[in-house]
């Protein structure tokens, strides 16, 4: 059964295994973002971006990044890295305007 499962996932061994659910952790961590924006925007009737969305990108982020890093992917990792540098900026200008509302 392990093999079968292996065989299917392309892994020859039990760390790649896990790598693979790690990889597939930050893919849902990333897919929830947008769920969460798709709710927050039905529920006021308008395309908004909740806070939670750049948490969710984030978080997706460091998972795929790390993943990347360890498929030792350059087209993957400059990607992710790119959105992270995206992701913390927005979470830092949110943070700046509330200090200043404050």
């Not at 392309?10 to 961590?29: A, K, M, P, T």
């Not at 795929?64 to 913390?88: C, E, H, K, N, W």
Request: aromatic share 18%; hydrophobic share 55%.
């Amino acid at each position: 059964m392990l093999e079968t499962l292996y065989s299917w996932l392309h892994v020859d061994s039990f760390q790649e295994f896990v790598w693979v659910i790690i990889g597939l952790g930050g893919q849902l961590l990333f897919t929830a973002r947008f769920l969460v924006q798709w709710i927050a925007s039905e529920r006021v009737g308008r395309s908004i971006v909740p806070l939670a969305f750049w948490y969710f990108s984030l978080g997706g982020g460091i998972v795929l990044f790390a993943y990347a890093v360890y498929r030792r992917d350059p087209v993957f990792i400059l990607g992710q890295s790119m959105g992270l540098t995206i992701y913390l900026r927005n979470l830092w200008l949110i943070y700046a305007e509330k200090r200043r509302e404050a």
